[in-house]
């Protein structure tokens, strides 16, 4: 992996994935998930506030990417 995948495109991805139309999209989706719920490229985590705690039973992310499953971890934990 390069440094452009290793420490600039997961912070270019965060950016670009976080932007206002995005974030209304995922408030009125994410929250809809129920049961077990598997997230294939879960980035740096930006879905997982939303996700409706009473509904979702276990949740499992995967993401390729060394950096961005690092901050998807830091935002699972707070």
Not at 3 to 29: D, F, M, N, W
């Amino acid at each position: 992996m390069g440094l452009y995948s290793k420490y600039v495109l997961p912070h270019l991805q965060h950016l670009a994935c976080g932007t206002r139309p995005i974030e209304r999209q995922r408030q009125k989706v994410v929250p809809l998930a129920e049961g077990k719920v598997l997230e294939i490229g879960i980035g740096t985590g930006l879905n997982l506030p939303h996700y409706d705690r009473s509904k979702v039973t276990r949740l499992w992310g995967l993401e390729p990417a060394a950096e961005m499953r690092k901050k998807a971890r830091q935002t699972a934990n707070t």
